[in-house]
């Protein structure tokens, strides 16, 4: 099979519902299961907004709350492309509480909040490698870059969700 065909297996909507898989997976392995977190699918609303997370909830008019860290995981190999997590400062809190193990009374330090998210983003990146990319092709993943990059290519797809009392968003970019 030529590498044109098997690329065409990287669509939006393969894409997205196996990104959904990984993030279920990855969040109730690591976060959920800390202190009954809750963790709810949401409506995406576009256009995306570098500074907000844009959704709706449950038919209310569409919603933003701010970007309070993003983390980007590349790919490169026979596709390039990017996954990408964004979430408010309750979610990152929720995070990192929950992957530390943490109790609320406890202080958050930021390199604790990095290491969270940086391994969270790992986790669902190698996941969706995994997945849905080695079947197609040959990728590496990069590391986890906080210096807010803006995603290069097409948004193939983003997923909304109410973690706690927070919002995140997890994208695929492929350029």
């Not at 008019?61 to 980007?72: D, E, F, L, M, R």
């Amino acid at each position: 099979m030529g590498s044109e065909n098997r690329l065409a297996g990287l669509q939006s909507a393969h894409l997205l519902k196996t990104l959904q898989t990984c993030v279920d997976e990855v969040f109730a392995l690591m976060v959920c299961s800390f202190k009954s977190a809750t963790m709810k699918n949401l409506d995406v609303a576009h256009p995306r907004d570098e500074s907000a997370i844009r959704y709706q909830e449950d038919g209310s008019s569409p919603q933003s709350i701010a970007v309070h860290k993003q983390v980007v995981i590349g790919f490169d190999g026979d596709a390039k492309g990017q996954v990408v997590l964004r979430c408010s400062l309750e979610t990152a809190d929720s995070i990192t509480r929950g992957l530390l193990m943490m109790d609320e009374s406890e202080v958050i330090e930021l390199s604790a909040i990095n290491d969270a998210l940086g391994e969270c983003a790992n986790m669902l990146a190698g996941s969706l490698k995994t997945k849905a990319l080695d079947p197609v092709g040959k990728f590496q993943l990069g590391l986890p870059d906080f210096s807010e990059p803006k995603p290069q290519g097409d948004m193939e797809g983003a997923l909304v969700y109410r973690v706690a009392e927070g919002v995140m968003s997890v994208e695929v970019w492929l350029s």
